[in-house]
């Protein structure tokens, strides 16, 4: 099992940024793709952006230009930059990791991101 840890959530006000950590337990180049998912209250949880083992990314339409995913192999650790924040971002947002060799998802605790109007 891989341990993901996220931290860097809080309140902010519309328009600020934030920076969102997901620290692994083991090497990120072990794992086939780490995302960053949020769940709103009373929705569903959807997939904001993820970074496979290779590095190609992908964000969803609803936050591109505005999120962006990177990566600290050295750390373990994968990062979201979230710009130009929106109420409408606010959610628990959960760290992923998939393991394709294995067909293991693990999952962080989730952190909340709160954004004022």
């Known amino acids: 099992q891989v341990q993901l840890v996220e931290s860097g959530g809080g309140l902010v006000q519309a328009g600020e940024s934030l920076r969102l950590s997901c620290s692994a337990s083991v090497s990120i180049f072990s794992i086939s793709v780490m995302g960053w998912y949020r769940q709103a209250l009373g929705k569903q949880r959807e997939l904001v952006a993820a970074i496979t083992s290779g590095g190609s990314t992908n964000v969803a339409d609803s936050v591109k230009g505005r999120f962006t995913i990177s990566r600290d192999s050295a750390k373990n650790t994968v990062y979201l930059q979230m710009n130009s924040l929106k109420p409408e971002d606010t959610a628990v947002y959960y760290c992923?990791?998939?393991?394709?060799?294995?067909?293991?998802?693990?999952w962080g605790q989730g952190t909340q991101v709160t954004v004022s109007s």
């Open positions: 992923n990791a998939f393991r394709s060799w294995v067909g293991k998802t693990d």
